[in-house]
């Protein structure tokens, strides 16, 4: 419709799921003829980083670099494009394989995301405990801050329980931290392989056009080109031995990447309910004891008073 504006939407954080996205559009805009440049116009008007890419590419920056700024999954999405361009690969059959693959990672972040919450709120809720039950001394009528803030004994039941808040928390958090999935998209290193020798170059050449992708935006794995990752080498190895394409052998083993990611973060999600147990029995509860119980006694043994003799 004629003077309809249309407005740009953010791709939340980045992330994978608004990554792959991105990707299946443009595999479908190249795939139907948009020259690689002209696809950022598009996708420009549906979504605000895509925007930002070609805001950067009419400045001059380099495409790879353009796509790379935008984050993490950005970052993998700039090399996928960059290997594809070199190695003269089909770049819609590229993408769409590639946000096939960002799809499914998406979908185990999500799933141990989703684990993962019962147990890390739970964890957070017991945090509190100590307070609550300071709260409910004080509501009680009894005097249990001038007890911790005065008396001698309050100060050193002050003193420990707050100790034991603090490695509580510390405690708790390091063990959520511990369950959630690492940084990177698991099977990366195979899709980007399979996507550069499906342009027809050699294993040596496709490394080295990797290499050079991650390196011309400063990827932390860019610092050789010719590196081969050691799963991929397996992939290649059995490849050679069976005379099959290396090509399905690795987006096989790239989807395998992500299906034992995905089990795995089950798996730690489901031992972190378990594991939780641990800074809630030695510093929640005993901080809740400093803090609430241990007041409360000291405040209603000093406001009874001795019988007579």
């Known amino acids: 419709m004629a003077g309809l504006k ?4 953010a791709s939340p954080d980045g992330g994978p799921a608004a990554v792959a996205d991105v990707a299946r559009r443009a595999a479908v805009l190249v795939q139907a003829g948009v020259a690689p440049r002209v696809v950022w116009r598009y996708l420009a008007d549906t979504d605000a980083s895509a925007a930002a890419v070609l805001a950067d590419l009419e400045r001059g920056v380099p ?3 353009a ?5 993490e999954s950005w970052r993998e999405f ?3 494009w960059a290997v594809a361009s070199a190695v003269g690969a089909a770049l819609a059959e590229a993408l769409r394989s590639f946000a096939h693959g960002l799809r499914d990672a998406a979908e185990a972040l999500d799933d141990v995301t989703v684990a993962l919450a019962d147990p890390a709120a739970t964890a957070r809720l017991m945090l509190w405990l100590p307070v609550v039950g300071l709260l409910m ?13 005065t008396d001698p004994r309050g100060l050193v039941c002050l003193a420990g329980g707050l100790a034991l808040v603090v490695a509580a928390r510390a405690w708790t958090a390091k063990l959520i ?3 959630r999935p690492g940084p990177g998209l698991p099977g990366i290193d195979a899709e980007l392989f399979a996507i550069a020798l499906s342009g027809g170059v050699s294993i040596d050449a496709a490394a080295v056009q990797v290499g050079r992708a991650r390196a011309a935006i400063g990827a932390e794995r860019g610092e050789s080109e010719t590196v081969i990752p050691a799963e991929v080498q397996d992939v290649l190895k059995l490849s050679r031995a069976a005379g099959v394409p290396a090509v399905e ?3 096989a083993e790239s989807a395998s990447a992500r299906h034992r990611a ?12 378990t594991r939780l147990l641990l800074p809630l029995g030695v510093c929640t509860l005993p901080s809740f004891l400093l803090l609430s119980v241990a007041p409360l006694v000291l405040s209603i043994l000093g406001t009874t008073a001795l019988p007579a003799l």
């Open 177 to 179: 931290r511990r369950a």
């Open 6 to 9: 249309r407005t740009a939407r």
């Open 67 to 71: 796509i790379a700024a935008r984050g």
């Open 249 to 251: 052998l690795l987006r």
């Open 262 to 273: 995905r089990v795995e973060g089950r798996l730690r999600a489901s031992k972190l309910g």
């Open 137 to 149: 001394g004080i509501a009680l009528g009894f005097d249990t801050l001038g007890i911790l803030f």
């Open 78 to 80: 700039a090399v996928a």
């Open 63 to 65: 495409e790879a670099v």
